[in-house]
Nanobody, 124 residues
Framework: VQLQAFGGGLVQAGDSLTLSCAVS????????MGWFRQAPGKEREFVAA????????IYVDSVKGRFTISIDNAENTVYLQMNSLKAEETAVYYC??????????????????WGQGTQVTVSS
C-alpha cells in the first residue's frame, strides 16, 4: 500500500482546508485509514480514522464538529476536511493505513503504512 498526502498550505486561523490522501496498491474492505499530525517538538497525535467502507469514523475530541474524514472508494482517496482551524493545529499531517483489522484505532503503532506528510500552517 502506498499513500500520498497533499493539500497542505498556509491559512489563517478560522479558515478551512481539505487534505487528500491518495491510496494505491492493496485496498481491501478491511483497511482502516487514519490521519495523524505532528507539531514541532511534539509526539505524533491521532486526528481521525475511517473504515474503508466509510461507515464508521472516530475523531480526537479537539476536532469533533470541525473536522470531517471521508473516503471516495472509486478514487481510492481519503479526505480530511478541516474547518475553523486554530494556530495550535499547525503541524505536519500524515495519512496512514491499517490492514487486516476492521477495528478503528487511535494508536499510531496500529498503522503499518504512512504517507510522506503535508505541512499545514495556521497563522493567528
Amino acid at each position: 500500500v502506498q499513500l500520498q498526502a497533499f493539500g497542505g498550505g498556509l491559512v489563517q486561523a478560522g479558515d478551512s482546508l481539505t487534505l487528500s490522501c491518495a491510496v494505491s496498491g492493496r485496498t481491501f474492505p478491511s483497511n482502516i485509514m487514519g490521519w495523524f499530525r505532528q507539531a514541532p517538538g511534539k509526539e505524533r497525535e491521532f486526528v481521525a480514522a475511517i473504515t474503508w467502507t466509510g461507515r464508521r469514523t472516530i475523531y480526537v475530541d479537539s476536532v469533533k464538529g470541525r473536522f470531517t474524514i471521508s473516503i471516495d472508494n472509486a478514487e481510492n482517496t481519503v479526505y480530511l476536511q478541516m474547518n475553523s482551524l486554530k494556530a495550535e493545529e499547525t503541524a505536519v499531517y500524515y495519512c496512514a493505513a491499517r490492514e487486516g483489522n476492521i477495528n478503528l484505532s487511535r494508536t499510531a503503532s496500529a498503522y503499518v503504512y504512512w504517507g510522506q506528510g503535508t505541512q499545514v500552517t495556521v497563522s493567528s
